[in-house]
């Protein structure tokens, strides 16, 4: 079974701190890849990075960077400098190819306001 | 191309009623999913197309739920005799192969 916890549910920071957002999978699958999409209030869901499995190299794209552990089962993403445009509910998600399934499975997602 | 587009965005739809949703993924993808997404929770799937073939549904999919992706291009999503619990929002999106799946905006659904 796979399954993806966000334990944060909600983050307020103020502009220009940093913030963590937490992810933690579970999966029996040695191939998978992890996900975060960002969700603003318009409701469209934003790609932001995939890693795969055997990926753990950590990356970043400008304010953003993301540690993949697997030791720990944990894809954090972590935002320098928060600005207000950051604002949105962030999902961490998980797909994998064994069985037949071609599903990706997401976390209950955690809502960051960032207050100017 | 613009990315996933989905229609209508709202529906309104008395229970008992039918409601149909189109999704027109980004042209050259030949993988479709449908979501469903309800408040504070993330996208829970609900099935998978490749090309036309519908390869994979999720038990969530009820026999009142259908959809189709014929010639393999738009597909859409049809409930029959919508109750209250099928209010969400029913998310689509398109991924070429192994690759990200790009999100449309959604079709949100209130049931009333």
């Known amino acids: 079974a796979q399954k993806v916890t966000q334990a944060q549910t909600e983050i307020s920071v103020v502009e220009k701190e940093d913030v963590t957002l937490d992810c933690v999978y579970e999966?029996?699958?040695?191939?998978?890849?992890l996900f975060w999409y960002k969700q603003p209030p318009s409701g469209e869901l934003v790609f932001l990075i995939r890693r795969n499995s055997f990926d753990e190299q950590n990356e970043i794209s400008g304010r953003y960077s993301w540690n993949f552990q697997k030791s720990t089962s944990s894809f954090n993403f972590t935002i320098t400098a928060s600005q207000v445009v950051d604002s949105a509910v962030y999902f961490c998600?998980?797909?994998?190819?064994?069985?037949?399934?071609?599903?990706?499975?997401f976390g209950k997602g955690t809502k960051l306001s960032v207050i100017p | 191309d613009t990315g996933v587009s989905q229609n209508p965005r709202h529906k309104i739809t008395k229970r008992g009623q039918n409601v149909t949703f189109r999704c027109d993924p980004i042209?050259?993808?030949?993988?479709l999913y449908w979501y469903r997404q309800t408040l504070g929770q993330g996208p829970e799937f609900l099935t998978y197309?490749?090309?036309?073939?519908?390869?994979?549904k999720s038990r969530l999919l009820s026999d009142r739920f259908s959809a189709e992706r014929p010639k393999g291009s738009f597909s859409t999503l049809e409930i029959q005799r919508t109750e209250q619990g099928d209010s969400a929002m029913y998310l689509c999106?398109?991924?070429?192969?192994?690759?990200?799946?790009?999100f449309g905006q959604g079709t949100r659904l209130t049931v009333v």
């Open positions: 999966t029996r699958d040695t191939t998978y890849y």
């Open positions: 042209s050259e993808h030949n993988r």
């Open positions: 999106a398109s991924s070429l192969g192994y690759s990200e799946a790009f």
């Open positions: 197309f490749q090309n036309e073939a519908q390869l994979e």
């Open positions: 998600a998980l797909y994998y190819s064994g069985a037949g399934s071609y599903q990706l499975t």
